[in-house]
């Protein structure tokens, strides 16, 4: 494993905060180095502030968040090419992504491939452990840097699960190398919406390959809680922080904020609050929790690691080490031959439970049919979120209408191509339906629609029929 990049304390870029950042960047107790969403990012047009802060030294690292290492299908080139092209551009001495899928379906399934729009949890199972491992390797072998995977807070439980969370971990990290990236808001998150104790998690991690740390806020809802990144970090993220801290001196740790931006004095409280954690840390050990006998132990007793070879099972050590090479190469073999069946597996469950949530088929057997209600509305209110942040001018013209129009929309439209064409279909939708009932509203909807549709005259476009019906509604009125 490479040696890790030491980072120090920082926050994720965002535009709304760039000059606050900037302020704080390279003062003491402001901020080391930044994070940045991979997405957001336009290699031959890298904003200023990000240009302003690579010149005085400042450490930016692109965090991916549509990869989707965790689904069935094998990861696209072009993602992976401008993934890597992020990293050049910044001249990042790593790049991140998340330990989960956000799209399903497809050709593997043959079933219409559908869009999440969000982060959802892998089965922590062997299938989806072999397909991960797999995955991880492709994007290794595409990427200029080293890569860390995110643990992702999630409100749902798979069915049949295998492993804990600190397990399946701890096989990614053996079988493939890769860093993690361990978010303690997300362990949080987890605590409350299932029951997963964070210190036992802890517990089970190889806390040496974390390449550095998320701290965020959220809110708690009718007993669940959401990871908003738009709320004050609470006490009991910087808890779980500081006990993450006293197994292990994290590289670095970054404080998450997307939303809800709060006064830059109020961001600097609360990288002092984390900084404060560290330095009250007392590390138990160097690169393991706890005694490293104990830590042994533990990690056999969960079956991360072979039990300890009796003395009538121990061989030379050449020998010892030709064996170990052939039983690595005979397992990877196998995973090779098993992996499409694996794949397929995993792409049928993973479509069932996407399309639940995104267009309201039947909820696949073992879920929690409340919970999976929980999710199939945070996942409707993030589009409506982020379509409002790629076309603001469309909750200008709807006004208040806007969420729930959206919202109504999502139920039965599934995305299918991103944010921006989302934008576009859910202006059809308005403009074919005639609601809201306001020819002065839908004649802004349509004139921000023919804008943006494409650049072919509109009586050449498919989508012509669209413009005729919606001057029919129009007429009505």
């Known amino acids: 494993m490479e040696q890790i990049a030491q980072l120090g304390t920082g926050i994720g870029w965002r535009p709304e905060i760039a000059d606050a950042v900037e302020r704080m960047a390279g003062t003491d107790g402001g901020v080391d180095w930044v994070e940045v969403v991979a997405e957001n990012v336009c290699p031959g047009h890298i904003a200023e502030s990000l240009l302003r802060l690579r010149e005085r030294g400042v450490t930016v690292v692109p965090h991916g968040v549509s990869l989707g290492l965790g689904g069935a299908d094998r990861p696209d080139e072009q993602r992976l090419r401008s993934l890597a092209e992020r990293a050049e551009a910044l001249g990042a001495p790593l790049v991140t992504e998340h330990i989960a899928f956000v799209r399903a379906g497809g050709a593997l399934t043959a079933s219409p491939l559908l ?9 922590r199972t062997r299938d989806a452990l072999d397909v991960l491992c797999e995955n991880v390797r492709i994007a290794q072998d595409a990427l200029p840097v080293p890569l860390a995977l995110e643990n992702i807070a999630a409100l749902i439980n798979w069915p049949g699960e295998e492993m804990t969370e ?21 362990l949080h998150t987890n605590h409350v919406n299932r029951g997963e104790d964070p210190a036992k998690a802890l517990g089970e991690l190889p806390v040496e390959a974390i390449a550095y740390v998320h701290v965020a806020g959220g809110f708690e809802r009718d007993g669940v809680w959401h990871d908003s990144h738009a709320h004050p970090v609470p006490r009991q993220v910087l808890d779980i922080l500081a006990d993450l801290a006293s197994r292990v001196t994290p590289p670095g740790v970054l404080l998450e904020r997307d939303d809800n931006f709060p006064e830059p004095g109020e961001l600097e409280r609360e990288l002092g609050a984390i900084r404060g954690v560290l330095e009250k840390a007392e590390v138990r050990g160097p690169g393991i929790p706890g005694d490293s006998a104990a830590a042994l132990r533990k990690a056999r007793s969960v079956g991360a690691l072979a039990p300890e070879p009796t003395a009538a099972e121990t061989v030379p050590a050449a020998k010892e080490a030709v064996d170990e090479k052939a039983v690595e190469e005979a397992v990877e073999e196998a995973v090779e031959e098993a992996a499409p069946a694996a794949r397929q597996r995993l792409g049928l469950a993973q479509a069932a439970l996407l399309s639940a949530l995104v267009a309201g088929t039947p909820v696949p057997e073992g879920f929690d049919r409340v919970r999976l209600g929980v999710q199939a509305r945070a996942l409707a209110a993030k589009r409506a979120d982020v379509v409002a942040k790629v076309a603001p001018e469309l909750p200008e013209i709807l006004g208040s209408s806007y969420r729930p129009s959206f919202v109504a929309y999502a139920q039965g439209h599934p995305m299918t191509d991103g944010y921006r064409r989302d934008a576009l279909s859910f202006a059809e939708h308005v403009l074919l339906t005639g609601r809201p009932d306001d020819a002065d509203v839908l004649r802004e909807v349509r004139r921000w629609w023919l804008e943006r549709s494409g650049p072919a005259p509109l009586s050449q476009r498919p989508t012509a029929r669209l413009a005729r019906a919606t001057r029919r509604v129009l007429l009505r009125r």
Do not use: K, S
């Open 115 to 123: 869009e999440a729009g969000h982060l959802l949890p892998v089965p």
């Open 166 to 186: 600190g397990q399946f971990l701890y096989d990614l990290v053996d079988r493939t190398g890769v860093r993690l990236l361990i978010d303690v808001a997300n």
